[in-house]
């Protein structure tokens, strides 16, 4: 792989990145999940271990409708690693808005995510999202900043 | 890349995760970091956010110090996914022993690590680990099964 391509490769993964966010920003779930795998395996920030395939888009859409107006999403920190049809990147990222009920969310979270190229499209065939906890307390990080 | 080529790449991938959960069962501080990249950077089940470089290294070596006797390592659910030069890989993973002090540790764990092959040998720069968490009582569920 050349240089260039790998630049080139990196460049789709980063476009694919930035549909995906302004996706989730308009609450477009069809966009959001317009490049996942249909057999997609998801570790999410919430119970339980692991979501595949169509629980993922499932819990996808909850997650969706758990929010009242706007979602805010923002990415920090973002690096690509490209090779010719496999690649990977992490990022910290910001949720925040408003919960239906009311409560304001506005959290940090990891995010790992892991591409396969095929018949010329890259998809996303897993993806870890996370918060890290804290030993004393047993509770999940929820206030870090980066 | 030739179907041959990948299973190859895949094999060598696998060989590196069996040689690293056997380093951290034998408390080999040394064979466990010796496939990772000087300048890794690790989002790990405990706070904070990242671990980058040196600070990872030094995160896992307190880890292992943090163990009273043998460490329990089992890897379940391994997916190895590589191109030539560019890898990830994902799976569910038990930790389980006596931390000094006394305490009894037997979690699951969600594990995606990413590769890069420079010089024809396959280094992690990019490694993921956490629980997931429970929304209701914002604890990190340490408790899951797969």
Redesign the interface.
Known sequence: ?TANDRTAAESQIRTLIDDRVKAVRARDMKGAMASTASDI?S????????YAGDASRKHAGDWFSSFEGPIGYEVRDL?V????????S?S?NRFSGTKTGGAKVDM?V?A?T?Y?KNNGKWTI??E?T??????SS?????D?Q?
């Open positions: 792989m395996l570790f999410d920030v919430l119970n339980p271990l692991q690096r690693t490209s090779g010719d049809d496999v690649a990977f992490h910290l940090w990891r790992t892991c396969r065939t897993h870890h996370s918060v890290p906890f804290d030993v047993g509770k999940a990080s929820l870090l980066p």
